[in-house]
């Protein structure tokens, strides 16, 4: 009888610790699970996008994170509304039609797809490459700024700018005459390069940094759309106003994410 009580205990006690290893295991298990999302052949693509890999099916438009007037200090309304629910929008909508006859394709990430673009099938290469990089590009630009952004750059990316370009004011001028001397449409970076430092990029049409191993910290978009309304062909005014809404908590974080990126 006493055998068959202590028996009972045991069971109990060790159905107890099987429950609270399965409620305080289970989250870990699921949050690796999905840390380890499956990306392309290559291992470890850069990361481009904070916190994880940006889906590239279904593909979606994110909210933006502030009123289409809210930037009103470099960017007017309209342009916003165009650029975020018309332009981003596309190329959202056409990632999608291209991956939709590709369920391998579908599994991975757009930055996976966009660092291996030569797995890419031939047929849709250029399209998942104008419109994947059209949607990270995009997704990483509306977070770049803020309505109370502006001001200096703080934090290590201050210190980094500083050593790396000499002062705020060197690299500002630096970045906005990449940005005017890049003919056409295209962007301008400031990258965390393989050699783990930072470096002024331009890139063409919607191409990323990461199909060039750098990592984007920051970067402002060269289209038209981005500033034609308001500005006309004066892109170099566009250039320095933008700076009045630069999100500089957000490059901070990304400049961290950045230096934390497999090389
Ligand atoms: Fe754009």
Redesign the pocket.
């Known amino acids: 009888m006493i055998g068959f009580r202590r028996k009972t205990i045991v069971f109990f006690l060790a159905t107890i610790v099987l429950a609270i290893l399965v409620i305080f295991y289970e989250p870990v298990l699921i949050a690796e699970a999905q840390s380890s999302t499956p990306t392309a052949a290559k291992s470890s693509p850069p990361v481009a996008y904070p916190n994880r890999a940006l889906s590239a099916f279904p593909a979606q438009l994110p909210p933006l994170p502030y009123a289409y007037g809210a930037l009103g200090k470099a960017i007017d309304a309209e342009t916003m509304k165009l650029?975020h629910d018309a332009?981003?929008a596309s190329y959202v909508k056409n990632l999608n039609d291209a991956l939709k006859q590709y369920p391998d394709l579908q599994k991975r990430s757009v930055e996976a797809l966009l660092v291996n673009l030569n797995s890419v099938p031939e047929d849709i290469r250029t399209k998942v490459r104008n419109n994947g990089g059209?949607h990270l590009?995009?997704t990483i630009?509306w977070q770049l700024m803020s309505p109370e952004g502006g001001g200096k750059p703080s934090g290590a990316i201050a210190q980094e700018i500083n050593q790396t370009f000499g002062s705020f004011d060197t690299f500002k001028k630096q970045f906005n005459a990449a940005g005017a001397a890049r003919f056409g449409s295209g962007w301008v970076w400031l990258v965390r390069n393989p050699q783990n430092q930072l470096q002024i990029v331009t890139t063409a049409n919607q191409d990323n940094p990461i199909m060039d191993g750098s990592y984007p910290i920051m970067g402002n978009?060269l289209?038209e759309?981005?500033y034609y309304l308001k500005y006309r062909n004066r892109r170099g005014e566009y250039l320095d106003n933008w700076w009045n809404v630069v999100n500089w908590p957000q490059i901070n974080r990304r400049s961290q994410l950045s230096s934390q990126q497999p090389r």
Do not use: Y
């Open positions: 650029h332009h981003h059209g590009n995009h630009f978009d289209w759309h981005a």
